[in-house]
């Protein structure tokens, strides 16, 4: 019963005469017209190695989900050195996050970004590049110390 009404359904959104279904009288046939677009349609095609869609994923799985779960492990055990190293991620991954919303209209144009996003991501979340104690150490801890209070 259900396919019969997502089908009445698509073909009441299909262009040209529709047919007749048992659940409903025959019609006459509807002219759409799209309204125009005040906003800019997000990007669903890049100019990448991967569909946008999968880029996407990976760099959640890469950037929050292993991130997440590590940072439980290291609460769990109560290892304080382990703690701080995803303490000091997360605030990272935190004003990234700001800047990269922020400037998302910028960003859906340049190619091959998530691709580079992926390399970030694993530059950071990795602990033999240290890439967030990097970010943390030369340009977030500076600025908390002088506007921090």
Same mark, same amino acid.
């Given at each position: 019963? /259900?396919?019969?009404? +997502?089908? #009445?359904?698509?073909? +009441?959104? &299909?262009? *040209?005469?529709?047919?007749?279904?048992?659940?409903?009288?025959?019609?006459?046939?509807?002219?759409?017209? &799209?309204?125009?677009?005040?906003?800019?349609?997000?990007?669903?095609?890049?100019? *990448?190695?991967?569909?946008?869609?999968?880029?996407?994923?990976?760099?959640?799985?890469?950037?929050?989900?292993?991130?997440?779960?590590?940072? &439980?492990?290291?609460?769990? !055990?109560?290892? *304080?050195?382990?703690?701080? !190293?995803?303490?000091?991620?997360?605030?990272?991954?935190?004003?990234?996050?700001?800047?990269?919303?922020?400037?998302?209209?910028?960003? /859906?144009?340049?190619?091959?970004?998530?691709?580079?996003?992926?390399?970030?991501?694993?530059? +950071?979340?990795?602990?033999?590049?240290?890439?967030? &104690?990097?970010? #943390?150490?030369?340009?977030?801890?500076?600025?908390?110390?002088?506007? *921090?209070?």
């Amino acid at each position: 019963r /259900s396919s019969g009404c +997502l089908q #009445y359904f698509f073909e +009441l959104l &299909a262009p *040209g005469p529709h047919s007749h279904t048992p659940h409903s009288a025959p019609h006459t046939p509807h002219t759409f017209t &799209a309204a125009p677009r005040t906003a800019p349609q997000q990007r669903t095609m890049g100019w *990448g190695l991967l569909p946008v869609s999968l880029a996407r994923f990976a760099c959640d799985v890469l950037g929050f989900m292993y991130p997440a779960l590590a940072s &439980a492990k290291a609460v769990i !055990q109560e290892d *304080g050195p382990c703690c701080s !190293q995803w303490l000091t991620y997360w605030t990272v991954m935190a004003v990234f996050a700001v800047f990269e919303n922020s400037s998302e209209w910028l960003v /859906s144009w340049v190619p091959m970004y998530f691709e580079f996003k992926i390399g970030f991501v694993c530059w +950071l979340v990795l602990p033999r590049f240290q890439g967030a &104690a990097r970010i #943390y150490e030369r340009l977030i801890y500076p600025y908390f110390l002088e506007y *921090g209070e």
